[in-house]
């Protein structure tokens, strides 16, 4: 069995020498929950394969991203990458990786393969005519303010593909679907404000 040598405690008359000793099978499994102790950086929450599992993985993706670059995880070989993604994804989310046709067993050792894996099923190819129609027919709610009806435009324009006119049809539903005259009549004049007022809501 291996053993690390590792300084741990010290005392005034004298410093304590410890054996640390390694498992067995210094295998992927071990060395991911190595990684996952040593980093003070808890991990992302599991992914929610229930409710709008469109929106869910799009932040549980985002929060991977960030978790691999604070602890450094995409230095290490892509094994582990992929052990600590299982890891964190929650029981649930690693039913469904098995459940996919599209993965080898090899497919499962390589963390990008499982993202894009697990992306086409959570987010299938979208309807792109239908989402720019429910964004078109997306009018201002009865209990609904201004700031929340700009917030869910924002949230629909984001299947729609605007690209670069995204702002200014945001703007135009706006002004067409608000029940607040007196937004309506400031949005009608020349001015570039929407994009500052609203671009945080």
């Not at 040593?38 to 993985?57: A, E, F, L």
């Not at 990786?97 to 697990?118: Q, R, V």
Request: one cysteine or more; charged letters at 25%; a neutral charge.
């Amino acid at each position: 069995m291996q053993v690390t040598p590792l300084l741990q405690r010290s005392s005034p008359s004298r410093i304590e020498h410890v054996e640390v000793q390694k498992p067995p099978f210094w295998n992927c499994e071990y060395k991911v929950y190595f990684i996952m102790s040593v980093y003070n950086i808890p991990p992302p929450p599991p992914m929610n394969v229930k409710d709008d599992v469109s929106t869910n993985w799009k932040l549980f993706q985002q929060s991977w991203q960030f978790y691999v670059t604070a602890t450094e995880l995409d230095k290490k070989s892509k094994e582990i990458q992929a052990g600590a993604l299982c890891s964190v994804m929650g029981i649930e989310c690693v039913k469904v990786m098995n459940s996919l046709t599209t993965l080898t067993a090899g497919d499962k050792k390589d963390p990008e393969k499982i993202l894009t894996a697990l992306g086409d099923h959570f987010m299938p190819q979208k309807h792109l005519l239908f989402e720019r129609v429910k964004f078109g027919f997306a009018n201002q709610g009865e209990h609904e303010t201004i700031d929340q009806y700009v917030v869910r435009l924002r949230q629909l324009a984001e299947s729609c593909e605007f690209e670069g006119l995204c702002e200014s049809l945001i703007r135009d539903r706006l002004v067409i679907g608000t029940q607040d005259s007196g937004t309506r009549d400031r949005l009608l004049r020349p001015s570039p404000q929407f994009g500052k007022m609203h671009r945080g809501s």
